[in-house]
């Protein structure tokens, strides 16, 4: 259990600050335990996205003496909150050793490998996610597949695993075959002009994928930290 290991990992440090850097209802379970050890004097900084509008209160309704957050959009947020809290922003760091934009050069050609010559100039939608119900993965699809009756010059790349048959809530997820086939034939869109992508990428190749897209899509219901996004 994280929290058990927390609580042994303080004790047995005693830190003066503590940092730690995670979703909303992560940190609150953190916070929570954190004011509970009576041997911890000393400060805590949750570091936290806040990528919703309106957020509850409640979410945050532990003890903390400063918080960060990744953009002036969060730090606004916290604002509406509670006016007095100390909030500061501190962009996610992107490390450009791994990360960067190619060359319309380079994207050409990483485009012919990835999609194929075919598909090389076309209009690339493009999602990256797990394949849990959270992540919206039918309403991506059929989104997509509305779209594609309008802008036929278009194909839609997706990163994720292709099937996941989890009875669970939370864990499990979608089978993206049969939703390919199942929007494809309803708006008589051509199955392969969705692309799946459902092995190891290195992070170099994961930078390409990112570069070749023209438009990136989410319809998550819901994150606490949208890493993909970032």
Known sequence: NGILQLRDIIKKVNPEIIISLGDTELLKHQGLAIQNIKAFNGIFIPYIPLDVNNADKDWFNYNKDYILTVSEHSKKQFKLINKDISVECLPHIIDENHYRILTFEEKQSVRKKMVGEEFKDSFIVGSINCNCFRKKWDVLIHS???????????????????????????????NIIDLIKKYCGFYSIKPNRIRIIDSFLSRRDLNNLYNIFDVFLSTTSGEGWGLTTI
């Open 144 to 174: 997509f597949c509305i779209f594609a009756q309008k802008v036929e010059n278009s194909i839609l790349v997706i990163k994720t695993n292709v099937n996941n048959d989890a009875k669970d809530t939370v864990y499990g997820g979608y």
